[in-house]
């Protein structure tokens, strides 16, 4: 027979004490200020409980590549310049590469050296010669591919949960996915199309001095000009485009950006008051000192907001966001522009909105049918073993509060599959009971005394439940690691039950029995 039912019986007791400390943040709606000191995790609710926005996003890495290539060829362009290696023409090609046009090949060692000493990322071939030069193509080897993919995906990541934030929503759930997808779910959300805007904004913020000699003439764009514009829609709804010609070269980015704020002029008008690191502040002074007169335009995503005259060089490192700005579409932008860009943009390839009326009937339904599952169970257990039914439902009853204070303990989310696999658990857990109860009865009816019996039938039973509790317990591992969403969800609650389970229905229950038999001395027990 089991020995140390009073230390057995403590630790069970710290058990319980422990579970009931973390489901009091859940049930509680103001703690105590001494509180801090203990944890404060509440049972999170997924979407389909508490209502709110579920997303699927991809990055456009083809986009940001493009970019990249875009950008790794101005940077080779200015270290050839520097080198004085002589070429004709850079320009990007449609293998995710760079082709450059030597001008003789005596000038291919020099550029071999600087590839491998700047470019180690990209592959070297020498090409065709033409009237122009020798071709030399560079491509990025696949290795960099994926580590730069991975590096955008990580990076929008954690973007758009700055942007989330700060946008204000509660217990946000966000997590990358393969194939270079972002799963968002936002629970209760009120506002999701406000969301949206905020997320997939790309925030990509270039100031751009206008090319005042040929804005007169859009229909002949220059080499190394663009041509953009700035969008306005009227009390009316109706939308004007006015195009701007502008220097294809970006004077200066949003990534110097420091600090953003809304506020408004003297005849309130909401304007983003940029604040501007060390670096960008020198560039930003030096812009403006040797523009004066000039206009420099303000683009962000490719629209432009603003083209206001350099008065006088801007020192301090502060500029502005002029528009038509409402209180909240001001604030949207601060959001985007303070949480910085996205290094590319985003597709949205999934969207759902669950409302919080379908979540509390979700809520109210599935506590339903665990109260009546649960009943159900209960007058079983008591009708038929009578105390010793008392005594599985006082595990059972255990058991839920462990499965409760597992999901708080572990940040999970509860989900109506979650739910589902907490009745799931309950089951299971009677299933234990009956198996050790049932033998217990065998070993009875063969002449044995209660004692032995119960040594005998705990002995005998645990080993079945160990096999059927490790079994599920693989299958639920299984599906957290290769499930998404609702399956996680059931996975989670069920490998909490699982290990609450094995608890209570055999080493609670037999400390019960154990002080019963031993202690007090019981010859007999209804079983």
Do not use: C
């Not at 009091?24 to 404060?40: G, H, M």
């Not at 290795?143 to 990580?154: C, G, K, L, N, P």
């Not at 949480?339 to 109210?364: F, M």
């Not at 009853?397 to 499965?403: A, D, P």
């Amino acid at each position: 027979m089991s020995k140390n039912i009073g230390l057995r019986s403590a630790i069970f007791a710290v058990l319980i004490i422990v579970a009931l400390v973390y489901l009091v943040p859940t049930f509680s709606k103001e703690l105590p200020a001494w509180w801090k000191f203990l944890p404060a995790e509440k049972i999170k609710l997924g979407l389909d409980l508490q209502g709110g926005m579920h997303l699927v996003l991809e990055v456009d890495v083809d986009k940001a590549l493009e970019a990249e290539l875009e950008r790794i060829a101005e940077d080779i362009k200015e270290d050839m310049r520097n080198e004085k290696i002589r070429h004709t023409d850079i320009s990007r090609n449609s293998a995710n590469g760079i082709d450059i046009t030597l001008l003789s090949e005596q000038e291919f060692a020099s550029f071999e050296a600087l590839k491998n000493a700047m470019y180690p990322d990209y592959d070297m071939v020498k090409g065709e010669k033409t009237e122009e030069g020798l071709v030399v193509h560079m491509k990025m080897t696949e290795a960099a591919i994926q580590d730069m993919q991975d590096s955008w995906t990580e990076q929008a990541l954690e973007t758009i949960r700055n942007r989330i934030d700060q946008f204000g929503v509660n217990e946000p759930d966000i997590s990358t996915q393969q194939d270079n997808r972002i799963l968002i779910q936002l629970p209760g959300i009120k506002d999701p199309d406000r969301a949206i805007n905020l997320i997939g904004q790309t925030a990509q913020l270039e100031f751009k001095l206008v090319d005042e000699e040929n804005s007169g003439d859009m229909e002949n764009v220059p080499a190394g000009d663009e041509i953009l514009y700035h969008t306005a829609t009227d009390s009316k709804g109706r939308t004007a485009k006015t195009p701007y010609m502008l220097k294809k070269q970006t004077a200066l980015t949003g990534s110097h950006i420091t600090n953003a704020q809304v506020k408004q002029d003297e005849y309130g008008a909401y304007y983003i008051n940029l604040t501007l690191d060390k670096k960008g502040a020198r560039i930003f002074e030096s812009l403006t000192g040797a523009n004066v007169g000039k206009r420099l335009a303000i683009v962000l995503d490719n629209n432009v907001y603003s083209a206001p005259v350099i008065q006088d060089k801007i020192s301090g490192g502060d500029a502005a966001i002029t528009g038509t700005f409402t209180l909240d579409e001001a604030n949207d932008l601060r959001i985007v522009l303070k949480a910085g860009a996205l290094p590319a943009p985003i597709k949205i390839l999934e969207q759902r909105t669950v409302g919080p009326s379908l979540g509390q009937d979700s809520i109210s339904q599935g506590i339903n049918a665990m109260i009546l599952g649960g009943a159900l169970v209960i007058l079983f257990m008591i009708i038929y073993y009578g105390l010793s039914g008392f005594i599985a439902v006082f595990a059972l009853v255990l058991n839920t509060l462990i499965i409760m204070a597992g999901l708080a303990f572990f940040g999970a989310t509860l989900t109506l599959p979650g739910l589902a696999g907490m009745v799931l658990s309950i089951g299971m857990a009677v299933d234990a009971n009956v198996l050790i109860y049932e033998r217990i009865r065998e070993e009875m009816r063969a002449g044995k005394t209660l004692r032995t019996a119960v040594e005998a039938g705990y002995d005998k039973a645990t080993i079945t439940i160990f096999d059927s509790n490790l079994t599920t317990l693989i299958t639920a591992l299984i599906l957290f690691q290769f499930g998404t969403g609702p399956v996680k969800g059931f996975a989670v609650t069920l490998t909490i039950g699982i290990i609450a389970n094995f608890i209570t229905a055999v080493y609670v229950t037999r400390v019960i029995f154990d002080y019963l038999v031993v202690e007090l001395n019981w010859k007999k027990i209804s079983i």
